[in-house]
C-alpha cells in the first residue's frame, strides 16, 4: 500500500510506501529529504495544495507572533513534527499574515491545532501542549 506526501521542500507530490516509520525517504523530484522536518510555514494556496493531494493526516498550527503560548509551544510542535516524519505532516498558518484563513477556519483563540484528512476537518484543539501531547493526539488519526 502507498501514500501520497507533498514535498515540504519543493511541492511536488510523491507516493510512498506506507510504513510504521522511514529511515530514509526522499523526494522524487528535487531529492530533498521529507524526514524530520520542521513544519512548514503556509498560505492558503499551499495549505490546499497540501490538503488536497495528500493522504496523510496534516495538523496545522494557527498561531502569532505576539502570543506568549503559541511562541512557547512551538519547539513542543517542531519536535512533535520530526518524531511523526511522514505519517503526520505539520503545518503553521500564521493568523496575522494570513487572516482570512483565520476566519476561514473559525480561529477564535490560538494556539489552535486542527488535524485534516484530506480536505475535511475531524478534530480541534486550543491552548498549548507538550511533543509528546501533541504525538498522542495525532497518533489517535493516523
Excluded at 501520497?4 to 511541492?11: A, D, E, L, N
Excluded at 525517504?25 to 490546499?48: I, T, Y
Aim: glycine share 6%.
Amino acid at each position: 500500500m502507498s501514500v501520497k506526501v507533498v514535498c515540504p521542500s519543493c511541492g511536488k507530490v510523491n507516493k510512498i510506501p506506507k510504513k510504521e516509520s522511514y529511515a530514509k525517504a526522499n523526494c522524487g523530484h528535487c531529492k530533498e529529504s521529507m524526514l524530520n522536518r520542521k513544519p512548514l510555514d503556509v498560505d492558503k494556496e499551499d495549505l490546499l495544495h497540501i490538503l488536497v493531494n495528500s493522504d496523510i493526516p496534516i495538523v496545522v498550527d494557527f498561531w502569532a507572533p505576539w502570543c506568549g503560548p503559541c511562541v512557547q509551544m512551538a519547539p513542543a510542535y517542531e519536535e512533535a513534527s520530526k518524531m511523526m516524519s511522514l505519517q503526520v505532516q505539520f503545518l503553521k498558518v500564521n493568523t496575522e499574515e494570513q487572516q482570512a484563513l483565520g476566519a476561514m477556519y473559525g480561529i477564535e483563540s490560538i494556539p489552535t491545532m486542527i488535524i485534516f484528512k484530506g480536505t475535511k476537518e475531524v478534530e480541534r484543539i486550543s491552548g498549548g501542549m507538550s511533543a509528546g501531547r501533541l504525538v498522542n493526539w495525532t497518533k489517535q488519526f493516523v
